[in-house]
């Protein structure tokens, strides 16, 4: 699928103004880097959330949050 085609201009409609867009581009940054990091951490750690570690008892179940800078403001990742 074409990325562009994803967010029809149907869809944009409904923002009636700058900062409700902003909102939601504030929102797909997040999830997207949320995502990213998480997929980075599944494979230096080599094993997903909340499965055991590999030759042991151990596994991944907790997150921390943290503050990023971004073009869209502040943000809060988990």
């Known amino acids: 699928m074409n ?3 994803i967010i029809t201009d149907d869809f ?3 923002f009636k103004t700058g ?3 902003n909102d939601f581009m504030s929102s797909i940054y997040k999830r997207g880097v949320e ?3 998480q997929g980075e ?3 230096h750690l080599g094993y997903k959330k909340n499965e055991l570690k590999p030759g ?3 596994s991944r179940n907790g ?3 943290k ?3 971004s073009k869209f403001g502040d943000i809060q990742i988990t």
Request: hydrophobic content about 30%.
């Open 56 to 58: 042991g008892i151990n």
């Open 12 to 14: 944009l409609k409904q």
């Open 67 to 69: 503050s990023l800078k």
């Open 35 to 37: 995502s990213i990091l």
């Open 63 to 65: 997150y921390g949050t």
């Open 3 to 5: 990325k562009d085609e």
């Open 19 to 21: 900062d409700e867009l």
């Open 41 to 43: 951490l599944d494979s």
